[in-house]
């Protein structure tokens, strides 16, 4: 005699079944080998981190990786700390600053220029695995940057070269240009409560 519990466990192991038939068509179809554009954007808290989080994925597997931060300016985050201490990373800290600090256009747009043509050194190095343009985003949203030439030089990037871009506001022809798009929605922060910047969580 069937218990509610055996035909709970009985659908589930149906469904599942199902699922599994899905999933392994969708695996058996994807072959294709080559670096893959990633974007992180949004207002929510996480676009870095979760960069930084495959920084640590990639250097697990033996990769090369360079990260070029445009506008931060500040060097005592944690992430840069750990990370200039692993071997296979080279990290440059390229901004002047929050752009509400600057104030200064003509300053800003001069250290973006100027991160850029290090990011294009990492993108045209195919022993480089995984570049990480960290606030890229920003950049181009001021247009401190022409998008079509970033976008080119991203896509002329050596063929197995991963890419990270991340920060709020993704321009269109970017997020045309990317493989992966993840769209961060802010729910809650705690700044908004009045909590500062907290080291090993913000920082």
Known sequence: ????????????AE???RKKTVVDEKIAAAQNERGV??????NGKGKSSAAFGVVARALGHGMQVGVVQFIKGRSDTGEEAFFRRQPGVVWHVMGEGFTWDTQDRERDVASAEAAWERARTLLRDPAVGLVVLDELNIALKYRYLDVN???ADLRARPVMQHVIVTGRAAPPELVEAADTVTDMGLVKHAFAAGVKAMPGLEF
């Open 1 to 12: 005699m069937n218990t509610p519990d055996t035909d709970r466990n009985t659908r589930h």
């Open 15 to 17: 469904r599942m079944q």
């Open 37 to 42: 554009l990633l974007v992180n954007t949004g």
């Open 149 to 151: 030439a970033v976008v």
